[in-house]
């Protein structure tokens, strides 16, 4: 049966790594309620008028039209086969109203949480350092370069780190993960839809789990 992933993790338990996966290696599209919102937000159309109007406001985006803008774009050709939701459902709101889209569209839903530890994320976010120059990422806990603070394939180039890559702000964004994101992890905990994958492990690894859960052989 086809199914619906929707994807959580913290920020930087690399949700967006294996949604990529999924979608490369399983031709389930990723479907990004932002991405969804920056696009539409330019369309001059009655829709994309109003959430302009919402997203320029500051306010979110109301949970009927969230979930509207969700309906519309998975009822694409491509989301025929089941698909995989990033940054939705954010609300247990918008939870009931995914069940019952699924529901409509006959796919199963199962939920699944890329678990890592607080203190291992804030070193992956806290040591990540890129190239500006090929674009390779280093962490200088995890995966430094052989220098320090320079790139192996251009030890010329100093490589960039995020000024939101420090340890008061992940902490914040943290903070505000757990607090938006633990209703979510009850509700599909109480359905029995969630399912949880070690998120410590390397990309390979954290990949074959979530391929198992999408494809029925878990």
């Known amino acids: ?127 990540r350092r890129n190239c500006p120059v090929c674009g390779e990422i280093y962490n200088v806990y995890l995966k430094p370069p052989k220098f320090d603070e320079v790139c192996d394939v251009h030890p010329e180039v100093k490589l960039n780190r995020r000024a939101d890559d420090n340890a008061e702000t992940i902490k914040t964004r943290l903070a505000k993960y757990e607090q938006e994101t633990q209703p979510i992890l009850d509700y599909y905990e109480k359905t029995g839809r969630l399912r949880r994958v070690d998120g410590t492990r390397d990309t390979a690894e954290i990949y074959a789990d979530v391929e198992k859960i999408v494809t029925g052989n878990e």
């Open 1 to 127: 049966m086809s199914k619906i992933i929707v994807l959580m993790g913290a920020p930087g338990a690399g949700k967006g790594t294996q949604a990529r996966l999924v979608q490369e290696r399983r031709g389930l599209p990723q479907i990004s309620t932002g991405d969804i919102f920056r696009v539409m937000k330019l369309a001059e159309t009655p829709l994309g008028e109003r959430l302009r109007a919402i997203l320029e406001s500051g306010t979110l985006v109301p949970d009927d039209l969230t979930i509207r803008v969700v309906e519309e774009r998975t009822s694409q050709p491509d989301c025929l086969n089941g698909y995989v939701l990033d940054g939705f459902p954010r609300t247990t709101a918008q939870a009931d109203m995914l069940e019952t889209l699924a529901a409509a569209q006959g796919h199963k839903l199962v939920a699944v949480l890329i678990d890592v530890p607080f203190e291992i994320l804030e070193r992956r976010v806290t040591g």
